[in-house]
């Protein structure tokens, strides 16, 4: 039995994340566990200091705890998703900073490969972060990247 931990966000739901489950539970049994960093989401704000945004209004983050929301919902989405076409899923929403989201959930649990579904690279801040580079130092681990379309 294969285990994957795959790290997303914006992009869960995806076409490329999903083609990516559906492939893998194709080819072997597997576990797939999903870790959600409650990353804050920009948000256009009125009235608000912050970055201007173009039609007027700020751009700011979100709160954490509205942050948190937004990665529950999307958790419960993609579970709903992959479970439906037959895959064993499990998941969880983790700390903003991805690295330590992975972290805590390889605390207690063996996997084969973390996966990294990412926006595409010119808007990825996870990218421009170098996540799958780090997740590999950091965690001795495969990882496997899959960009969202352009």
Known sequence: MRRYLIVANQTLGTEELVRFVRTRAGMEPSEFFLVVPATPALEMVHGAEGVPAVGGGTV??????????????????????????????????????????????????QFDEIVVSTLPRRMSRWLHQDLPRRLEHRTQLPVTHIGGAA
């Open 60 to 109: 700011l983050p979100s709160s954490p705890e509205h942050a948190h929301q937004l990665a529950q919902e999307r958790l419960e989405a993609a579970m709903a998703q992959l479970q439906g076409m037959g895959a064993t899923v499990d998941g969880r929403v983790g700390h903003r900073d991805p690295v330590h989201a992975v972290e805590a959930a390889l605390k207690g649990r």
